[in-house]
């Protein structure tokens, strides 16, 4: 069974910055797609970030060029450097993780992410 455990949400201020991380466990097999997605009270789920086979990755519009997602592949770690949050980055934070390129099977519990004015 895959686990995903994340890392690193928190509170922080209008500007500042955070890094989350997403750890997979009990996999033989390679994790092709990674990702965030996130939640906003009253919003819809929406995909962050992605990160594929070939170190191909997508961003949400509201996100390029504040975002950053990486993966260490021999960790089966995926982590999302976010610069310059803003208060509508406010959310649950969830990793996601599949076999296939482009589509995810496995979700974590999600973390907290606050940004404050």
């Known amino acids: 069974q895959v686990q995903l455990v994340e890392s690193g949400g928190g509170l922080v201020q209008v500007g500042g910055s955070l890094r989350l991380s997403c750890a997979a466990s009990?996999?033989?097999?390679?994790?092709?797609?990674m990702g965030w997605y996130r939640q906003a009270p009253g919003k819809k789920r929406e995909l962050v970030a992605g990160i594929f086979s070939g170190a191909e990755t997508n961003y949400a519009d509201s996100v390029k060029g504040r975002f950053t997602i990486t993966r260490d592949n021999a960790k089966n770690t995926v982590y999302l450097q976010m610069n310059s949050l803003k208060p509508e980055d406010t959310a649950v934070y969830y990793c996601?993780?599949?076999?296939?390129?482009?589509?995810?099977?496995?979700w974590g519990q999600g973390t907290q992410v606050t940004v404050s004015t």
């Open positions: 009990g996999t033989s097999f390679r994790l092709n797609s």
């Open positions: 996601v993780a599949g076999s296939r390129d482009y589509g995810f099977d496995y």
